[in-house]
T-cell receptor, first 115, second 113 residues
Framework: SAVISQKPSRDICQRGTSLTIQCQVD?????MFWYRQQPGQSLTLIAT?????????ESGFVIDKFPISRPNLTFSTLTVSNMSPEDSSIYLC????????????FGSGTQLSVL | AQSVTQLGSHVSVSEGALVLLRCNYS??????LFWYVQYPNQGLQLLLK??????LVKGINGFEAEFKKSETSFHLTKPSAHMSDAAEYFC???????????FGSGTKLNVKP
């Protein structure tokens, strides 16, 4: 299994500012994913972060808005830039299990509110 | 891309009653199917999964799901609900050798005493 620590757990931010979310895994993993969970909607994949290469973004998400770092195999950050109220959501970090890559493990999420 | 539809954003059952949470998917290839559960203030946890083999899969806490290819469904059931089952449940499908997962919009299960 993989234990994921994500912080902050929640934050309230002002419009136009940026927030960086950190994700720490207790073991080395190849692939890390960032999801957004909006009320009443599906978990939506923002991007896949692989160590040593640029993140791969899904349709509708761009690097300027959601820059991602992946400096090593246990850590990643997601920044939500120039925030607006529409960015209010829960942001989730997840990883594939390294013993069986059929299973996703999730952090407890960051609940972001933008005023 | 694949898609997942969960019918019913909220389901309410009495304690001891049958739990049935519906999930339908669209896929042009044999899918890998998952149910995740999210308890309040916690991350998502895998409940059960179907990859190959037996179409009826059993998961934790007495839950099970059956893959029905002809109906493109993967409904989650539990014979007798417990208060501790109150949570949000997400159905997911994977493609591309597990490099991508697509999730349904979730179903919140409420269990009444």
């Amino acid at each position: 299994s993989a234990v994921i620590s994500q912080k902050p757990s929640r934050d309230i931010c002002q419009r136009g500012t940026s927030l960086t979310i950190q994700c720490q895994v207790d073991s080395q993993v190849t692939m890390m994913f960032w999801y957004r969970q909006q009320p009443g909607q599906s978990l939506t994949l923002i991007a896949t972060a692989n160590q040593g290469s640029e993140a791969t973004y899904e349709s509708g998400f761009v690097i300027d808005k959601f820059p991602i770092s992946r400096p090593n195999l246990t850590f990643s950050t997601l920044t939500v830039s120039n925030m607006s109220p529409e960015d209010s959501s829960i942001y989730l970090c997840s990883v594939l299990g390294h013993t069986t890559n059929e299973k996703l493990f999730f952090g407890s999420g960051t609940q972001l509110s933008v005023l | 891309a694949q898609s997942v539809t969960q019918l019913g954003s909220h389901v309410s059952v009495s304690e001891g009653a049958l739990v049935l949470l519906r999930c339908n998917y669209s896929s042009s290839v044999p899918p890998y199917l998952f149910w995740y559960v999210q308890y309040p203030n916690q991350g998502l946890q895998l409940l059960l999964k179907y990859t190959t083999g037996a179409t009826l899969v059993k998961g934790i806490n007495g839950f099970e799901a059956e893959f029905k290819k002809s109906e493109t469904s993967f409904h989650l059931t539990k014979p007798s609900a417990h208060m501790s089952d109150a949570a949000e449940y997400f159905c997911a499908v994977s493609e591309d050798n597990f490099n991508k997962f697509y999730f349904g919009s979730g179903t919140k299960l409420n269990v009444k005493p």
